[in-house]
């Protein structure tokens, strides 16, 4: 292995991850980390390159500048390297006229140590070779690539490395991923040449390199490629910033490939770098990651954990992502049930978003908020606090977020059995989603088409549930749209709701049709426990309408069918019985009724295979 990269693990998880996360929060240094400030030329470079991975520009340029007075700053590699780093500060801050002395200063340099070509091309060419060159750079790069090939070929003295990697930039930006692979390949061929030759190369070159073909790759698609190259970059000597972005990419890797233990460890690893080299974005990414792997692992209290990591370093970074982790940390300890914590962090979080008028971020905040004072047992307060999101987000513009939120106020409220107070927050969503599409329908920005039919659906129910008729016409037009979107499960669903709704207009006939619809529609999209439960709910109503043969027809069905939940078998027994007893067949009442005394015992046994359908 090219580097150690954690201890053990233990269940997927390795044993020290929480003295280890607790290390990253309890470390406050930005540069150098506990290693102190370095010694050379050399490791001022580094910082600076850290510094700029960190976007925190003043101090990449003052490590650069300390550099090239520290020891080794005078040695033609190194110098050429920190005027090349105070050459990209400058273009990445605007400053052009700066970046043009350095590039200069840079050339002298490059002169002096045999490389008049090479300085002559680079202050030619100036900052296309700092940043993303533009399509009419590209232009004229491509033109100089054919030239420094030809001069490759016999001569060190070249600016080709640089011209393949400016070019790759270019390409990837222009989806031409193929091709900016055969550029860096190339690239790493030349600089990997002038290694085994004993040239002098600056250790960054192969290893930004390397690290930038490994990114393609996994661009690509190609794991395993991207994973070989990420281990290349850490068995040789790079910066803090990029073997943690290279731990990152493994993770990322490892994950998409199922090996969860290897995923934890290569995303801890990038978190300790990351927060080391004092690049707090990539840190907070990092255990963002991490905390998700953590929860996929059944560990609750390490995902909490590593989601404060994601949110102290991204504070401390005064990262813009922070307001976003701070929510997911929240969401978090509502998914561990550590609801009084969640809402301590979530009102925080809350008191934040307001004094910075951020009205989606604080309306995603109320929203969580609600969600824990729920959990306790405070239905008024998630109520106020839903309410309060819902008008936030229709103040933003995201009227689907306010439908949503209707939606969940009118299911709390139907729960505590106050149905006129539901439908009113349902017949808002309704409005509202009726109103986004409207407005643009599938062709406005975050549009989510299934707004509207789950609005319809929901209050089509309680108007049935509180008798009024036009609650069925609601339930057609959440049917129609989902055939219209072949969403065939969510058709099915609304067609059992609507059996429901009927059943409770006392419209019997009218219930049980729809409900043998909903059961061959449920059937259709291989939900046999619905397909049964629709089933069983037709034979309830046809048993309730006194309509006793035709209900112990569809019961004795549902107990014939194979897969049928134990729960479900049991009910259809019970239902039998009670359609023989209104036959008059005491008999045949009788063995159902001892067939329903099996089916629940087979349950009460431990054999739950069905249950767990």
Not at 47 to 60: C, Q, V
Not at 375 to 398: I, K, M, S, T, V
Not at 406 to 434: C, P, T
Request: hydrophobic content about 45%.
């Amino acid at each position: 292995m090219t580097e150690h990269d954690g201890s053990e693990a233990t269940g997927g998880l390795p044993e020290d991850l929480g003295p280890r996360l607790n290390a990253v929060l309890a470390r406050r240094s930005l540069a150098g980390g506990p290693q102190g400030a370095p010694e050379t030329a050399r490791g001022w470079l580094d910082i600076s390159y850290e510094a700029a991975y960190a976007e925190d520009l003043p101090r990449a340029s003052r490590a650069a500048r300390t550099g090239l007075d520290a020891p080794g700053g005078q040695d033609p590699v190194n110098r050429a390297g920190l005027f090349r780093a105070l050459a990209s500060v400058a273009e990445l801050t605007g400053d052009h006229a700066a970046a043009t002395g350095y590039i200069a200063d840079r050339a002298r340099v490059l002169e002096a140590a045999g490389y008049p070509h090479r300085a002559r091309m680079e202050v030619e060419l100036g900052v296309m070779l700092l940043r993303e060159p533009e399509s009419f750079e590209a232009t004229v790069l491509e033109g100089v690539l054919e030239q420094e090939r030809r001069r490759s070929a016999r001569s060190v003295d070249t600016v080709l490395p640089d011209v393949l990697v400016a070019l790759a930039v270019r390409h990837v930006e222009d989806g031409r991923l193929d091709s900016a692979v055969g550029l860096l390949e190339e690239c790493l061929t030349v600089q990997e040449a002038r290694a085994t030759a004993g040239l002098p190369l600056a250790p960054e070159s192969l290893s930004s390199t390397r690290m930038f073909l490994a990114h393609v790759h996994l661009m690509s698609h190609e794991p395993e490629l991207s994973a070989e190259v990420a281990d290349e970059v850490l068995a040789g000597q790079s910066n803090r910033a990029v073997r943690a972005a290279m731990w990152m990419l493994k993770a990322v890797v490892a994950q998409e490939q199922g090996d969860g233990v290897s995923a934890v460890l290569h995303a801890l690893r990038s978190v300790e770098l990351h927060s080391a080299a004092g690049v707090r974005k990539g840190a907070a990414s990092a255990a963002a990651l991490l905390a998700g792997l953590a929860a996929d692992a059944g560990d609750q209290q390490a995902s909490i954990l590593a989601w404060k990591v994601a949110v102290a370093q991204a504070e401390q970074g005064e990262v813009p992502e922070a307001s976003d982790l701070t929510l997911a940390l929240g969401h978090q300890l509502l998914e561990a049930e550590e609801h009084a914590l969640a809402e301590r962090v979530l009102a925080g979080l809350v008191r934040r978003e307001e004094a910075a008028s951020r009205l989606p971020g604080l309306a995603r905040a109320l929203v969580d908020l609600g969600h824990a004072a729920r959990h306790q047992n405070r239905p008024d307060e998630a109520l106020e606090h839903w309410d309060r999101a819902a008008a936030l987000f229709e103040e933003a513009g995201a009227t689907d977020e306010a439908a949503r939120m209707h939606l969940a106020a009118g299911a709390l409220l139907n729960r505590q059995e106050k149905a006129e107070q539901a439908a009113e927050r349902f017949s808002r969503a309704v409005d509202l989603a009726r109103a986004d599409e409207e407005d643009g329908g599938e062709d406005a920005v975050d549009h989510d088409p299934a707004v509207l039919p789950q609005a319809l659906h929901a209050l089509g129910h309680v108007l049935c549930e509180l008798g009024q008729q036009r609650g069925v016409a609601l339930l057609d037009e959440a049917i129609a749209l989902a055939q219209d979107s072949s969403a065939a499960w969510h058709e099915a669903d609304f067609t059992d709701t609507r059996a429901r709704g009927l059943w409770a207009l006392r419209q019997g006939p009218a219930a049980v049709s729809s409900a043998l619809t909903a059961a061959d529609l449920f059937a259709a999209s291989e939900d046999t426990t619905a397909s049964s439960n629709a089933e069983l709910f037709a034979a309830y109503v046809l048993l309730e309408q006194e309509r006793a043969e035709e209900a112990a027809t569809l019961f004795r069905m549902i107990t014939e069918q194979e897969g049928t939940a134990r729960y479900l078998r049991m009910a259809a027994w019970l239902g039998l019985a009670q359609s023989l007893d209104l036959s008059g067949d005491e008999v045949g009442a009788t063995r159902a009724r001892v067939e329903a005394d099996a089916a629940a015992q087979a349950e009460d046994q431990g054999d739950d295979r069905d249950g767990e359908r």
